[in-house]
């Protein structure tokens, strides 16, 4: 497992600025790591940002909160997900909002990607 710690808001590199105005196929956009975790920040501003992560099998983030909301949707493979003791899991398609400040924390089943969205107020 390991914890998510994420950028700060304003960068904009030139990786990101390739994708501007581009059709995306959002699972190439982040490859899988052998035994990792693997993320990509594709928009990142003072109003939020948007990360990809590839996980491979048994790896995940450990239970954790954040200060705002966080909307993952899952684009590839399946994972285990928990919110305040609450488990689902969860598959390509599948979309989930954590709420501000209530723990939660995902797991691999199969390798998965997914995209992160968290909102700040």
Known sequence: M?????EQPGTH????ADLLGKVLHLPDLVQYQEGTVASRMIVNRKAGSITLF???EDEGLSEH???YDAVVT?????CEV???GTTSRMK???TIIFPANVPHA???ITRFKMMLVMIRE
């Open 2 to 6: 390991v914890e998510f710690t994420p």
């Open 13 to 16: 590199d030139s990786r990101r």
């Open 54 to 56: 590839s996980f491979d």
């Open 65 to 67: 909160t954040a200060p």
């Open 74 to 78: 899952i684009l590839d493979g399946e």
């Open 82 to 84: 928990w919110v305040a």
């Open 92 to 94: 390509a398609g599948d």
């Open 106 to 108: 995902l797991s691999a």
